[in-house]
């Protein structure tokens, strides 16, 4: 963590019946040394259950890993169920094997930055941190 910086609170997820989760945990080691409080939910989350333990531990950002090629339906529903419950300033980013065309669509809906394969951890931790950043500034934090 950077002197001055509030730690940056990320839930990682791996939504649906997707039971590879090497690259989560590799993310999720990356943020965690990069200074960034981590929470890892695991397998085979349903959204529901992912937006339940973003509100329960307060995150700033919920991180998808989604390998199975249902981002189309999960991405939404959690942006969906987090702006029902109240949570839709959570910045919602993640990767997994999606085409350019369907990140272009989910970020229209609303996710973050959106990372597929050949991305680098650094990329992540510096998108993370100037999208925390930014978002905190707007809301006066």
């Known amino acids: ?12 997820a791996k939504p649906g019946l997707d039971g590879h989760d090497r690259g989560a945990r590799v993310v999720a080691n990356a ?10 939910a695991g397998l085979q989350q349903s959204p ?9 531990e307060d995150v700033d950002v919920v991180a998808l890993s989604i390998l199975s090629g249902a981002h189309m339906t999960i991405f939404p529903r959690v942006l969906e169920l987090l702006r029902q ?7 919602v980013t993640g990767g997994g094997i999606i085409s350019p065309e369907d990140m272009k669509a989910l970020q229209k809906l609303g996710t973050g930055r959106l990372f597929g394969p050949g991305a ?3 990329e992540a931790i510096d998108y993370i941190r100037a999208e925390v950043r930014s978002r905190r500034q707007r809301r006066g934090a």
């Open 1 to 12: 963590m950077r002197p001055g910086e509030e730690r940056i609170r990320v839930l990682i």
């Open 31 to 40: 943020l965690r040394d990069a200074g960034m409080e981590v929470i890892y």
């Open 48 to 56: 529901q259950m992912v937006v339940n333990a973003c509100i329960q």
């Open 85 to 91: 419950n109240g949570a839709g300033d959570v910045l």
């Open 120 to 122: 680098s951890l650094q």
